[in-house]
């Protein structure tokens, strides 16, 4: 009895040391490449390239949903980090940041860094007890700006959500439900693999469109009214601050209504609002942009596009075009928008149909940067090559640079006039190129390289 008893501790010790083994051994390792700076400000929060300071952070090219990402083997599709020295990208000094490949189906995933963090999602190919690999989990992380720490936040089912980093917050939508992950209690010393520290939960259900962006504090979303009153035709369009706090019901039944009027009789003043997008205004408030339609007789009427200032939405209001569009490239609350309408890009700043300026001719020409000192829009054409025109006067498009541009995957990002981008015939590695200055007829012009191929010999001290 007493060997028996021996064994069995023995086989529970060994089992232990085992479990210990595999958690100390199944760590994020990866050896810290020092620099960075945390106390400087932050340009292009939520794309595929960050600058931080004399530092920039960027997605070395595209690879795509590739099964193969182990902690420390990706190369392609990580996240590396180069110095900007003399206002040029130093080759000799990227390294990668983020071993793992940073991936979601979404045209907005991107990374964020905020301090001394970089956060980012990533597919997780964890297998199950039958050995098979997940299709659809996402990982969301952070990783120290140095790379000395890196900790699993939370983890996703889906790897298509809408997503937006904070400073203590995680937010992603889906289900038409939008959750948050908290991490602001996490420990900041060491690496996690569980999420320790961090909560979730949720800040709004029955949501059928949200909005929002990096520099604003608060989100818009709209709400389907259920219960008693779920028969209506109208919406609830309304705000929250990230932290879940200051939840406002910013529109619904009875907003456009005298007083003593009554809903059932006046259908047109009744709406359902669709959320398209949200820009922050120099001084950091927020306009919304929204479509409105109403239903009577049973058919559902368009009213057209609005924008309005988030902070005083029915005073302000400003109606840009009597059709509406799903896609617009926002301009602030004075300019109004570049929407698309029947494919084609328009300024609209009015509600005069007859008014608006033409600015694309064909579907497949999409608008990722304007220049509104200058009144100037950057697009892509059908060889997504970079185009330029004037969006307030119908102007002559001018061709930028005719290298091509891969455009199928996140929106094409901009660190001031400098343009990152995944050249689409150069095996989708990173190229940068000053939008102002570049020159597409000088000799032998081409944008600058910056994709990292790790040697496949690389000590593995240097990990």
Same mark, same amino acid.
């Not at 999602?121 to 007890?129: F, L, Q």
């Not at 209506?232 to 907003?255: F, H, P, Q």
């Given at each position: 009895m007493k060997k028996k008893l021996i064994g069995i501790v023995s086989l529970l010790a060994l089992v232990v040391i085992c479990a210990t083994c595999l958690v100390a051994c199944n760590t994020y390792k990866w050896k810290s490449i020092g620099g960075g700076d945390p106390t400087a400000e932050v340009e292009s929060n939520g794309g595929y390239a960050v600058k931080q300071g004399d530092y920039v952070y960027y997605l070395n090219g595209y690879e795509g949903t590739d099964a193969a990402n182990e902690w420390g083997k990706p190369v392609k599709q990580t996240i590396v980090r180069s110095e900007i020295k003399d206002g040029v990208i130093d080759l000799k000094t990227t390294k990668i940041v983020v071993p793992k490949s940073i991936y979601n189906s979404s045209s907005n995933g991107g990374f964020s860094i905020f301090g001394e963090w970089i956060?980012?999602?990533?597919?997780?190919?964890?297998?199950?007890?039958?050995?098979?690999?997940?299709?659809?989990?996402?990982?969301? +992380?952070?990783?120290?700006?140095?790379?000395?720490?890196?900790?699993?936040?939370?983890?996703?089912?889906?790897?298509?959500?809408?997503?937006?980093?904070?400073?203590?917050?995680?937010?992603?939508?889906?289900?038409?439900?939008?959750? *948050?992950?908290?991490?602001?209690? +996490?420990?900041?010393?060491?690496?996690?693999?569980? =999420?320790?520290?961090?909560? %979730?939960?949720?800040?709004?259900?029955?949501?059928?469109?949200?909005?929002?962006?990096? =520099?604003?504090?608060?989100?818009?979303?709209?709400?389907?009214?259920?219960? %008693?009153?779920?028969?209506?035709?109208?919406?609830?369009?309304?705000?929250?601050?990230?932290?879940?706090? =200051?939840?406002?019901?910013?529109?619904?039944?009875?907003?456009?209504?005298?007083?003593? %009027?009554?809903?059932?009789?006046?259908?047109?003043?009744?709406?359902?609002?669709?959320?398209?997008?949200?820009?922050?205004?120099?001084?950091?408030?927020?306009?919304? *942009? *929204?479509?409105?339609?109403?239903?009577?007789?049973g058919n559902n009427e368009m009213v057209g596009l609005f924008c309005a200032k988030g902070a005083d939405f029915k005073a302000s209001e400003k109606k840009l075009n009597t059709v509406g569009s799903a896609t617009v490239f926002t301009l602030g609350y004075e300019d109004g928008a570049l929407a698309q309408i029947d494919s084609k890009y328009y300024w609209c700043n009015g509600d005069e149909t007859d008014n608006l300026v033409q600015v694309t001719e064909k579907s497949e020409q999409v608008i990722w940067k304007v220049d509104a000192e200058k009144g100037i829009a950057y697009y892509t054409d059908s060889g997504a090559s970079l185009v330029k025109i004037s969006y307030k006067e119908a102007g002559t498009a001018e061709t930028v640079f005719a290298e091509k541009i891969k455009v199928d995957w996140l929106k094409l990002d901009f660190i001031g006039n400098d343009l990152y981008f995944f050249a689409a015939d150069d095996s989708n590695f990173m190229h940068v190129v000053d939008i102002t200055k570049f020159d597409k007829d000088e000799k032998d012009a081409k944008t600058t390289y910056i994709g990292f191929e790790r040697e496949e010999d690389e000590d593995e001290e240097d990990k």
């Open positions: 956060y980012y999602a990533t597919p997780n190919y964890d297998r199950d007890k039958n050995g098979n690999a997940s299709t659809t989990d996402t990982d969301f +992380m952070r990783t120290k700006i140095d790379a000395s720490v890196t900790q699993l936040i939370g983890r996703i089912n889906v790897r298509n959500a809408e997503y937006l980093f904070t400073p203590s917050r995680i937010l992603y939508y889906k289900s038409n439900t939008i959750s *948050y992950i908290d991490f602001s209690k +996490m420990k900041t010393n060491a690496d996690i693999k569980n =999420g320790k520290g961090a909560t %979730e939960g949720v800040l709004a259900e029955n949501v059928s469109s949200v909005v929002w962006k990096n =520099g604003c504090d608060e989100i818009f979303y709209t709400q389907t009214v259920t219960g %008693e009153n779920s028969y209506k035709n109208y919406n609830e369009l309304c705000s929250i601050k990230v932290d879940g706090s =200051g939840k406002r019901t910013i529109a619904t039944e009875n907003t456009y209504l005298a007083e003593g %009027e009554e809903p059932s009789k006046n259908p047109q003043k009744v709406f359902k609002f669709t959320l398209r997008d949200l820009y922050v205004e120099s001084d950091g408030s927020a306009t919304v *942009y *929204y479509t409105k339609t109403y239903t009577k007789d």
